[in-house]
């Protein structure tokens, strides 16, 4: 059984993405400052997400859209 959720956590979204491959890598890309978040940079990996929210990363830009995350 999956369920649908309303928000995801920074780290989890770059590996979901596939920018990150681990959530060790996630967790570098995000406390080095190269992750922005709505254009603000991040620092937090727990940051929630929410569907809207636009994360940039190594000069790719994605939309959170989370009825397609299911946990």
């Known amino acids: ?19 990150a491959p681990t959530g060790g890598q996630a967790k570098l890309l995000i406390q080095s400052g190269e992750v922005q978040v709505n ?12 569907t809207g929210d636009r994360v940039s990363v ?4 994605f939309e959170v859209t989370l009825d397609q995350v299911q946990n």
């Open 1 to 19: 059984m999956s369920t649908s959720t309303t928000s995801i956590k920074l780290d989890q979204f770059l590996k979901w993405v596939g920018v």
């Open 39 to 50: 254009g603000a940079v991040e620092t937090r990996r727990g940051r929630q997400l929410v």
């Open 58 to 61: 190594m000069g790719e830009i």
